[in-house]
């Protein structure tokens, strides 16, 4: 029998000579992740951007082609504009609270105290609670009656003090900011803690014994050493105060009025309460498309990737 | 046993080429020793023949076999790491059997294997025990017994002993060339240290660069090496190097040294050029005895330093320009200022091209 | 000077109960209210510490069938969990040994970590309309599962960077296939990285609230949609609302306070290894 297997295997071997079998391995571990990740990576993107070129309403399955009518809409929504303003007051008031009171809660626990554990362990349950359950248990402490709060005003000023910590407008966001300050401050205060605790101590000392001060300390020395552990901490806040929902939904769900609508609450109202499909599309490809811009020139710049 | 053969073997990491066209027979049943500075290319090439990194050109063949799309599973070998990568969570027992679980092999055969490879190295009563708590030496031991159990057709080693401090190394040193000795089996083993390749190696296969500078048995290229990197990467301390002016004198030829010395050359057919490096290895530049041999050289220097080591005694003094070493027996040698005449004999020199160092014959 | 310490020391505890009682309070009193009876709970002035510790708000949770969501949320947040475990970790070790992507991939995977759910969550919403996967376990897994897996992917990430590369290559020059060593080295070398990691992430799964709320209905209502539930606009539940948030928040506490050491790597996303 004449037969040409060998110039055959001949063709395949060179044809693939440097690779091993298993070379697509590194390929099928990841498949499923991607796929799932797509799910939520880009189908939302693409989806939304579809969508927001048409004009689908609750009451009207319209697919006809909308032009940039959704997105001209954007710019006269005074609600959606008012909503980005609650969202970035919350986060320069909470974030740079949060940051500061950490670090001075860190450099209280820095050094050793009998106990220190225990006080450290406590004091970050507050971060692992359910944002909205939070929510809940500072509405249950706010109650203008039965709530503890304003008992205690009441006995601090003298004679019985009733706020309305969830219906006056200059009270909602007090409210809200000692909700989110309560439950993220830990957090700030954990990753400090640690930084902090990695700094170089004869650094510190060297320094001290050149006759340094506190501050001079902290300035060129400490704060250059926690920068790079701080700055992601401050991604992770930042990012999570722009889309606070969860909190203010169990609080104030957005009132009084739209006092307290933030851009989650404001696209959650119009997506699932007005329906406005098509035109929430277009906010949801405003706020993807934004935040991926600054999270991944963030992650670039902080070199998180590498 | 099997040989193995490598011809025309490129690999590149980005930009990076770092093997050019590697070309190496190996016998079966020798151990050869892949040897040269870091980055020279030899633990790439070890890990190539294990298929750990892939062919990019080229071609490997185990026992005339090619390996090129090979798993390294599917290659019959075993491997010796550095780290002795022993993992944490097995005890020796499963450390040593690991391989043969790998394979599926039942369970009688892989106790008697284990047992008969710990009994070789000497760590049966460790068999219990975890990686941590043991020391640096019964590590490398275990390490050393997962891959005896395999029963593999080739052995790679890569620097196994650089982690080990000095006594240690010596120790394992010999229990590798007796294990080599006793099982007879091939192998690959690559290490930084010289000292190493020439107790160790059938064949050291020197590398710089991506290229092999030369092989051969160790005393071969201790002797002859081929080039000026060889001469100087083999022998502790390093072999002097003098440039000097060749300059004729009537039928004969000679080195002019820049301090005003002369050294006759010997004969060459082919001239000897403007200019010229001498080497000469430090164990050869002796204390001047009576003269025993016409083609001795003699010269008179200042000692600049001593450095006694014990058994011999490092005296550095300079010819020519050059910091040189000359390693002597004795103890009385003198102290730094004063006047020694050294000699050494000229066969024991070797000449390099000062430009392409490659070695004058 | 070792008065001036000791006064030192002093002023830190007396801060430090102050910070104590601002962050631990709170926590109290939500606890409090859910073993009051309903006459404390509405009692004014505020009462403080209840007389009798009785389990009636709890077991009236058991008995309307309302602590069923906290079944779901075990069963979402468990379920999402392991296949993000799995699948996350497998991602990690290729994107670790093999650089598969590159640098733009990991880039990617991590902000889809950052990305606001709101804006995830209505086109999913649409999607899942479409499909009929609104109120399933199968739909709210899948999005579990998806929106966990950078955060598994991050910070197994980490923990396989750890392994020395030379454990796996030994154990394939020893006869182990790529899935093998996966199995056999990097799954028990990584094994309380995977450990933390995974209860993190079910912590995360746990406590989430917004894709719940959008997807849920009656069948898998989560125990955080459950407490919304009781929000009335007039009048509050409040009863329940302690016991069911007390419920939920039980288990991350017993969990997270085991955790202690990982706590901070878990939470920085790997920012500070602890």
């Known amino acids: 029998m004449t037969y040409a297997p060998r110039a055959k295997h001949e063709s395949t071997v060179s044809r693939q000579s440097t690779r091993m079998p298993d070379h697509n391995f590194r390929y099928w571990i990841i498949a499923p992740s991607v796929f799932l990740l797509l799910l939520i990576g880009l189908f939302p993107l693409i989806y939304s951007l579809v969508v927001s070129f048409q004009q689908i309403t609750m009451t009207d399955y319209d697919t006809s082609f909308a032009g940039l009518d959704n997105y001209l809409h954007l710019f006269e929504d005074a609600r959606l504009w008012q909503s980005i303003a609650h969202t970035l007051v919350i986060t320069v008031i909470a974030l740079p609270l949060e940051l500061l009171f950490g670090l001075a809660m860190a450099h209280l626990f820095l050094e050793k105290m009998p106990g220190r554990q225990i006080f450290i362990s406590l004091i970050v349950l507050p971060t692992v609670i359910s944002p909205v359950v939070a929510g809940a248990t500072w509405r249950l402490l706010f109650d203008q009656r039965y709530g503890p709060i304003n008992q205690v005003i009441s006995w601090l000023a003298g004679h019985e003090v009733v706020l309305l910590w969830n219906i006056t407008p200059h009270l909602v966001y007090p409210a809200i900011l000692i909700c989110e300050i309560w439950q993220w401050t830990p957090f700030m205060f954990l990753i400090l803690l640690a930084a902090l605790s990695n700094v170089d101590k004869s650094l510190t000392e060297a320094a001290e014994l050149d006759g340094a001060g506190f501050w001079r300390i902290f300035f060129k020395i400490v704060l250059p050493a926690i920068w790079p552990v701080m700055a992601i901490a401050i991604l992770i806040r930042g990012v999570d105060l722009f889309k606070i929902f969860d909190v203010i939904w169990a609080l104030t769900s957005g009132g009084p009025g739209t006092m307290t609508e933030t851009v989650s609450i404001y696209t959650y109202v119009q997506g699932f309460q007005q329906f406005e499909t098509s035109y929430t599309a277009a906010i949801a490809f405003l706020i993807v498309g934004l935040m991926s811009m600054v999270v991944i020139w963030a992650i670039r710049r902080m070199g998180l990737a590498k | ?361 | 000077m070792a008065l001036n310490r000791r006064l030192n020391l002093f002023g830190r505890y007396i801060l430090a109960c102050c910070l104590l009682v601002f962050f631990v309070f709170p926590i109290y009193w939500l606890f409090i209210i859910s073993f009051k009876t309903p006459d404390e709970i509405f009692h004014f002035p505020p009462v403080w510490y209840p007389k009798n510790i009785q389990f009636a708000n709890f077991s009236v949770l058991f008995k309307d069938g309302d602590a069923i969501s906290v079944l779901n949320s075990l069963i979402l947040a468990g379920t999402s969990t392991v296949i993000a475990m799995v699948f996350g970790t497998m991602c990690a070790y290729s994107l670790v040994r093999f650089k598969t992507g590159g640098e733009n991939f990991a880039v990617w995977v991590i902000s889809q970590r950052l990305m606001p759910p709101i804006a995830i969550i209505f086109p999913i919403f649409l999607l899942y309309v479409y499909l009929g996967w609104v109120d399933t376990y199968g739909g709210l897994i899948i999005l579990y599962t998806a929106f966990n897996l950078p955060y598994v992917i991050w910070m197994m990430r980490g923990y396989i960077e750890d392994i020395p590369l030379e454990l796996e290559e030994s154990a394939l020059v020893d006869g182990c296939s790529r899935w093998r060593v996966l199995w056999k080295v990097v799954f028990p070398m990584a094994r309380t990285g995977l450990f933390a990691t995974a209860v993190f992430t079910f912590v995360f799964a746990w406590n989430e609230f917004i894709f719940a709320l959008v997807l849920t209905r009656t069948e898998v209502v989560t125990y955080t949609v459950q407490v919304t539930h009781y929000f009335g606009g007039q009048s509050n539940f409040w009863a329940k609302i302690a016991a069911m948030s007390a419920l939920g928040t039980v288990p991350v506490f017993i969990t997270v306070s085991l955790l202690q050491r990982f706590l901070v790597r878990g939470i920085s996303m790997g920012a500070v290894k602890g």
């Not at chain 2, 301390?237 to 005003?260: C, E, W, Y």
């Not at chain 2, 490092?314 to 730094?336: H, K, V």
């Open chain 2, 1 to 361: 046993m099997s040989d193995v053969k490598i011809s025309g073997l490129h690999k590149t990491f980005g930009q990076v080429h770092v093997l050019k066209g590697i070309d190496l027979e190996i016998p079966a049943g020798e151990f050869t020793v892949l040897v040269g500075p870091s980055g020279c290319g030899k633990s790439t090439l070890l890990r190539t023949i294990a298929g750990l990194e892939e062919v990019e050109q080229g071609n490997i063949l185990i026992a005339g076999v090619n390996v090129n799309t090979l798993r390294p599973r599917d290659r019959n070998i075993a491997m010796v790491f550095q780290n002795y990568a022993l993992y944490p969570y097995l005890n020796v027992f499963e450390n040593i059997a690991f391989g043969l679980r790998a394979r599926k092999m039942p369970d009688s055969e892989v106790r008697s294997r284990v047992h008969f490879a710990a009994e070789m190295l000497g760590i049966t009563g460790l068999l219990d025990r975890l990686p941590r708590e043991l020391s640096g030496g019964q590590r490398q031991r275990v390490a050393i017994g997962r891959a005896i159990v395999r029963k593999a057709q080739l052995f790679l080693f890569d620097e196994p002993l650089s982690n080990l401090d000095a006594q240690l190394r010596d120790e394992m040193r010999g229990e590798i060339k007796r294990l080599h000795q006793d099982l007879g089996i091939t192998m690959i083993y690559v290490t930084h240290d010289q000292i190493e390749a020439m107790t160790l190696a059938d064949k050291i296969v020197l590398m710089r660069g991506g290229v092999i500078e030369q092989m051969g048995a160790p005393l071969t290229i201790y002797e002859r090496p081929a080039n000026r990197f060889v001469a100087g990467f083999l022998g502790s301390p390093k072999m002097n190097f003098i440039l000097g002016d060749v300059i004729n004198r009537g039928s004969s030829h000679a080195m002019l040294l820049t301090d005003g010395e002369t050294i006759p050359l010997p004969q060459r057919s082919g001239g000897w050029g403007q200019s010229i490096v001498l080497g000469i290895r430090p164990q050869h530049l002796e204390r001047s005895e009576p003269i025993t041999s016409v083609n001795e050289v003699r010269l008179k220097r200042t000692i600049e330093i001593v450095q006694p080591t014990g058994s011999r005694t490092y005296i550095t003094i300079n010819i020519g320009g050059a910091q040189c070493i000359a390693e002597t027996e004795s103890m009385e040698i003198g102290r730094p200022g004063e006047l020694i005449e050294l000699s050494f004999d000229l066969s024991h020199a070797v000449f390099f091209d000062p430009i392409s160092g490659a070695a004058l014959v």
